[in-house]
Structure formats: structure tokens, C-alpha cells
């Protein structure tokens, strides 16, 4: 019986191997393994893409929360409004800045931030908001807006968290162009993958731009001269940001392949199997989720087939026992706990032969609970 594997990151590089080799051979001869021509390019062509003026090219996508946070001006003790379900990463920042989580629930049709209980939870000592687009979905920052407008409440700042979404739009616009900040992840599995880790900061404002480049180097303005405290070192290397480069002119056609996984796995699976709703969207299908009641049993019919699958993600962040002495501010997060429970993910990259994907749509199309 043929495997099929959750991922295989040797399948793109066996599609470009002499683009991705000769990289390597360009970026030795030029003699600049960080800084150079093309981070800077690269910086230039992702802030275009996105449609943010400024892009900082940084470490990995969960220095960029971090560091986005820092630059929004969040400091110990102020409280960020996020999700519990997206995998922890927004929590790190948090903690490694010593701000506080305060978790929103999530909409349950959707998978992503409620909105009207993100926006009953902000007040004044709320700084920032972080939105993740979670599986490639884009959540609705404008709507939190308008519900705040709505209650009189002045609007903190908004990141959007958009390692899971590459590409991704809403109503026509690019995930990563509605709030003040956006944050990336390249990390290799992503939409857009680096051979590596690698992220960056996406900002509208010059001055955010600037702490932004102070925070990432150590807090130098220039070389060796500190002007901001909490400075760190977090860069991204020119092979990074050349394999990079090379790869955002195709992320159109693979995050359209990954539609087409997910269309075909949803026309053939049973109504058991519920899929998110992903309501005036183009999603970057990042990760091919399914809510199932009993997921060991689903998970079992699809291991039989040999069908991979995952749990993206199997612990809420209230309840991850390294952080049960940190403070943070969680109610009963009802549909996070629930759909939590019953998450399964399905394999889902761009080249998954057709072969592959009918061999799971069927394997889908038989279960029965
Ligand atoms: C939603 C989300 N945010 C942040 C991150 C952090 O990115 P990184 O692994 O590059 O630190 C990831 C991925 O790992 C992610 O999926």
C-alpha cells in the first residue's frame, strides 16, 4: 500500500534542484552570508507582494511576534489579546517579554479569533491584539475594528500572525495588509519554506520600522552603539532570503494546489466529516483541517490506509504545564476546548501526486463513524 506522508520537503527541492543549487554557488561567490544584495531584495519583493510599505527581514516567525510586539511598544505586565488554539507561538512572545496572554475564544465554524469576544476583552491595559490566520484563514481584523468603533472602545494595536498564511486573502485583500504589523514564518514547511528557518516583520509606519531595525541588532543604531534596550540578534541568512526569492513567484500556483487538495478531500468526504468554513476568502489552505466527533477512530481508519495524519494543535495554550504558573486571563473558551478535542489534520502540500489525494479522498469517502 502506498504511504502517504503529512509532508516531504525532498519533493520541491527534487523539483528545482539546479535553481536551488546554483543559489548556493551565488551567494558563496558573493562573499555576503548575511546582509547582503539578496536579503535586501527579498525584503523589497515581500513588502510589494503583501502590500506593506516596510518588511524586516528576521530570525524565524516567532522572533518576529516577539519583536513585533516589542516595537508596538508592549512591555511586562501589559495584557495581548490572542487565541489558545494556533500552537503556542504567540504565547512564547508573550512570555519572553512578560506580557500577558488574555486568550479570546475561537468561532467555531471558522477556527478563528471570535471577534465579538476578542473585542469584549479589550481595555485599557490590552496593548495589542494578535491575530492569527490559522490554517491559511484569514481572520477578520476589519470586524474587530468596527465591533470596538461600535462600543466606543479606542483600538489597540493589531498584528497579524501570518506564518500559516502566505498569499492568503480576504475579500480580496492580502492577509498581512489589514493590521499595523504582520509576522511571518519561512519556516521550511510553510507556504512559502526557506531551507531553514527564517521570518519577518511587516509594518506600515517609519518609526515602528526603525525599532523594529534597532531591536533585531542588538539594539544598535549604529554598529556597536546601543540606543534601545531588549535588543537581540535575530537575522536572516542570504541563502534564506535567495531560495526565498526565488520561490514567491510560484506561491500563487502551490497555494492554488493546495486548494485542490482540500476541494477534493471535501467532495468526497462524509457530511461526519466537517470541514471549516472559510467565508469570503481566498486561503492560503496552509493546513487541510477536518472536525471529526471521534477522531482516535478516524485516525485509526486512515493509519490502516496508511494515510498520514496530525494534530495541529493537540494542547490549548491556558493549558500547557509550562506556563501554568505565568499569569494570563482566560475565561471558559467553550469552542476552543470543544473543536480542540476533535481537530484532525490531513496530508496537505503541493506536490501530492493525484494519485496521493484520490488515495485519501477514498480512504475519507469510506469511513463511517
Ligand atoms: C501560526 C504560527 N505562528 C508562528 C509560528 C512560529 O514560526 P517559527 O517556527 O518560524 O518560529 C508558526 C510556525 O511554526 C505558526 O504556525
Excluded at 520537503?9 to 546582509?35: C, E, H, M, W
Aim: hydrophobic content about 40%; glycine content about 8%.
Amino acid at each position: 500500500m502506498m504511504k502517504i506522508p503529512m509532508n516531504d520537503l525532498s519533493r520541491p527541492y527534487r523539483d528545482n534542484q539546479t535553481v536551488f543549487d546554483t543559489i548556493l554557488t551565488k551567494v558563496g561567490a558573493s562573499g555576503y552570508y548575511l546582509g547582503g544584495p539578496y536579503g535586501k531584495a527579498f525584503s523589497r519583493e515581500f513588502a510589494e507582494y503583501v502590500g506593506m510599505p516596510h518588511c524586516l527581514l528576521v530570525g524565524n516567525g516567532t522572533d518576529a511576534l516577539e519583536l513585533a510586539l516589542r516595537a508596538a511598544g508592549v512591555e511586562a505586565g501589559d495584557h495581548v489579546v490572542t487565541v489558545a488554539n494556533a500552537g503556542g507561538y504567540t504565547t512564547t512572545a508573550c512570555r519572553l517579554i512578560g506580557a500577558v496572554p488574555v486568550y479570546a475564544d475561537i468561532d467555531a465554524d471558522t477556527l478563528l479569533m471570535d471577534m465579538d469576544d476578542a473585542a469584549s476583552l479589550v481595555d485599557p491595559n490590552v496593548k495589542a491584539v494578535v491575530a492569527t490566520h490559522l490554517y491559511g484563514a484569514v481572520a477578520d481584523v476589519e470586524a474587530l475594528r468596527a465591533k470596538l468603533a461600535a462600543q466606543g472602545k479606542a483600538c489597540p494595536i493589531i498584528i497579524e500572525d501570518c506564518a500559516q498564511a502566505h498569499g492568503a486573502s480576504l475579500r480580496g485583500q492580502m492577509a498581512g495588509s489589514f493590521g499595523d504589523l504582520a509576522t511571518f514564518s519561512f519556516y521550511p514547511t510553510k507556504n512559502l519554506g526557506a531551507f531553514g528557518d527564517g521570518g519577518a516583520v511587516l509594518c506600515r509606519d517609519e518609526a515602528v520600522m526603525e525599532r523594529l531595525s534597532r531591536l533585531h541588532q542588538y539594539g544598535w543604531n549604529t554598529r556597536y552603539n546601543v540606543a534601545v534596550p531588549f535588543g537581540r540578534n535575530s537575522r536572516m541568512d542570504e541563502i534564506q532570503a535567495a531560495v526565498l526569492s526565488a520561490r514567491l513567484p510560484k506561491l500563487e500556483d502551490a497555494n492554488g494546489a493546495r486548494r485542490a487538495v482540500i476541494e477534493a478531500y471535501a467532495a468526497a468526504a462524509p457530511s461526519c466529516v466537517v470541514f471549516p468554513k472559510r467565508p469570503d476568502q481566498v486561503p492560503s489552505a496552509h493546513l487541510a483541517v477536518v472536525m471529526v466527533e471521534d477522531r482516535n477512530g478516524f485516525r485509526a481508519h486512515l493509519a490502516e490506509r496508511e494515510v498520514g495524519t496530525d494534530i495541529h494543535y493537540p494542547v490549548l495554550d491556558c493549558d500547557q504545564a509550562g506556563w501554568r504558573d505565568l499569569p494570563q486571563v482566560c475565561g471558559q473558551l467553550p469552542s476552543s476546548r470543544r473543536c480542540s478535542e476533535r481537530i484532525v489534520s490531513l496530508p496537505c502540500f503541493p506536490e501530492l501526486t493525484q494519485e496521493e489525494i484520490s488515495i485519501v479522498a477514498e480512504a475519507l469517502a469510506a469511513y463511517t463513524p
